[in-house]
């Protein structure tokens, strides 16, 4: 079984109210140099069967109706066969 | 400035109620073949200066630290430099 990733992030001209919190917290925590932080979803779907053109423009119409609120959020589509390394 | 990006998803042996709730929903609005699905959230960063092996081994630190609760999540550091196409 394949796996595809739907990543879902808040447009860039969307504010971003728990990225900027995690971002501003940083500092106090001891972690400078980083300039930006935004906060999104991913979802880990475990697809039955092939992985076809087919199958990824359904998926991608499922995030786009369905995971992510397209008037705020971008989403993207990734095949992802192999585990990742930690 | 580059990208890094931080997914932190549940373990597979703890229990993702919201990824349950939205694999179960799927065929009812007509999407069938996901077997699974699991939700975690994804950290872009944007890192100030070089993202050499220093910096990587800092926000493996504050991703450990910070953005994922080892116990119950794994997580995983990415340097993404080009934009993603959608």
Known sequence: MARVVVDVMLKPEILDPQGQAVQRALPRL?????ADVRQGKRFELQVEGPVDNA????????????????VIEDFTVKVENAEESK
Chains 1, 2 share one sequence.
């Open 55 to 70: 199958a990824l423009a359904r998926i991608h119409e499922l995030a786009e109706t369905f995971l992510a609120n397209t």
């Open 30 to 34: 001891g972690f400078e140099g980083i």
